[in-house]
């Protein structure tokens, strides 16, 4: 994604990641328990909705109206790339629970219903998904 960063790109972002993901998920696999249970810890998630927190806190200044300033842009583009390495890294079930959980603000049941999956086995998709962020987000801090 080498694309100056607009509002529409902003909005429209879940979708091109959807596209990058739907080339490479059939390759991709959930982290084994050892993986996982290395890098998880219990705040993971809590901080990962900070970082997309701060993504939506700046969404506000991509208008036709402002002048972005160069922190805000960098960060913004920053972010995007990181996500988007992410992406590159998820299987199907992984992305469906990043998408419904950090954009649509879905509930795990949300995405136990549109995966047709019990609690226990989300918790193995959850996990998995926030270690693969938690990594690259750490990577390219």
């Known amino acids: 994604m080498k694309e100056i960063v607009t509002l529409e790109v902003i909005n429209d972002l879940p979708n091109k990641l959807e596209l990058i993901n739907k080339e490479v998920r059939m390759f991709n696999n959930l982290l084994s328990k050892e993986m996982i249970n290395k890098y998880y810890y219990t705040n993971i998630k809590k901080d990962m909705v900070k970082v997309f927190n701060k993504f939506n806190d700046y969404k506000v200044f991509y208008n ?48 136990c219903f549109k995966l047709h999956i019990s609690r226990s086995k989300l918790q193995i998709i959850k996990k998995s998904t926030l270690v693969k962020m938690f990594i690259e987000f750490n990577v390219n801090s």
Request: negative net charge; proline residues 0%; aromatic residues 18%.
């Open 64 to 111: 036709d109206n402002n002048t972005i300033s160069e922190e805000v842009h960098f960060w913004v583009s920053s972010f995007i790339k990181t996500l988007t390495n992410i992406v590159y890294k998820l299987n199907c079930d992984e992305f469906i629970y990043l998408v419904n959980t950090f954009f649509l603000f879905g509930t795990e049941d949300d995405v």
